[in-house]
C-alpha cells in the first residue's frame, strides 16, 4: 500500500496565483520525484531532489527536499489553465521502485 | 519517438481471458519497470527488470501475473484468468542502473477493462 502521505487532495484556483502542494512520509527517502499525470496518459517527471535540504527550479516550479528526508514540497507561481492536471509525489529508497503518493488534483479556473 | 511506448493503449475483455501488454522502454534504459494505477491512486509498484533479469517483485503480482524481458529490451506483462478487480492502468516505465538520479520515465499506459 500507499506510504506517502500528498497533500492537499484537491485545489481550486483562479489562474495566476500560486500553488503549493506536499507530501510526507514515515519512512526515509533518498530522492523524491515529483510527476504530473493528465487523464489517460502516463506520468510526466517535472522535478528530481536528491540530497536533503535541495532547492530546484524547473520554469515556474519549484521543489524541496526536505531536511530530514520525509517530506518534500512543490510550489507552482503564476498557474496557468495548462496546469491542470494531477501532481504526485514519488520517493526512492535505496531499492529502485517507486512509492507514490495519493496526488493533488489541480483545477485552473481562467 | 524516443520515449517509452506501450501497447495496446485501450484492452477490453471477459473475466477468465488471458491479456497480454508490451513495453517498449527507451533504448538505452537497462531497467523497465511495471506499475499499476487504479482510479484515484498512484502507482503501485508491480516488479522490475535490469537487462533480462526480473529482480524484485512485489506482493501484487500474484500467480496470475507473469512478466518477461527476453532479450533485455522490450517486456510483456501478461494476466492469466482476469479478474473485474485487475481493471486497472497499467503503468511501464524505465530508467538506467547506475543513474544515481534513479529517474524513472513512464509509457502512456495500457487501459485494462475487465467486464
Known amino acids: 500500500g500507499q506510504q506517502l502521505n500528498q497533500s492537499p487532495q484537491s485545489m481550486f484556483i483562479q489562474e495566476g496565483e500560486d500553488v503549493s502542494m506536499n507530501c510526507t512520509s514515515s519512512?526515509?527517502?533518498?530522492?523524491w520525484l515529483w510527476y504530473k499525470q493528465d487523464p489517460g496518459e502516463g506520468p510526466v517527471l517535472l522535478i528530481a531532489?536528491?540530497?536533503?535540504?535541495e532547492l530546484t527550479s524547473n520554469g515556474r516550479l519549484t521543489a524541496q527536499f526536505g531536511i530530514t528526508r520525509k517530506d518534500s514540497f512543490l510550489n507552482i507561481s503564476a498557474s496557468i489553465p495548462s496546469d491542470v492536471g494531477i501532481y504526485f509525489c514519488?520517493?526512492?529508497?535505496?531499492?529502485?521502485?517507486?512509492?507514490f503518493g495519493e496526488g493533488t488534483q489541480l483545477t485552473v479556473n481562467p | 519517438d524516443t520515449g517509452v511506448s506501450q501497447n495496446p493503449r485501450h484492452k477490453i475483455t471477459k473475466r477468465g481471458q488471458n491479456v497480454t501488454f508490451r513495453c517498449d522502454p527507451i533504448?538505452?534504459?537497462?531497467?523497465l519497470y511495471w506499475y499499476r494505477q487504479t482510479l484515484g491512486q498512484g502507482p503501485e509498484f508491480l516488479t522490475y527488470f535490469q537487462n533480462e533479469a526480473q529482480l524484485e517483485k512485489s506482493r501484487l503480482l500474484s500467480d496470475r501475473f507473469s512478466a518477461e524481458r527476453p532479450k533485455g529490451s522490450f517486456s510483456t506483462l501478461e494476466i492469466q484468468r482476469t479478474e473485474q478487480g485487475d481493471s486497472a492502468m497499467y503503468l511501464c516505465a524505465s530508467g538506467t542502473r547506475g543513474d544515481p538520479r534513479r529517474e524513472q520515465f513512464f509509457g502512456p499506459g495500457t487501459r485494462l477493462t475487465v467486464l
Open positions: 531532489l536528491y540530497k536533503a535540504g
Open positions: 533504448s538505452e534504459h537497462n531497467r
Open positions: 519512512s526515509i527517502f533518498n530522492t
Open positions: 514519488a520517493g526512492v529508497t535505496s531499492g529502485s521502485r517507486l512509492t
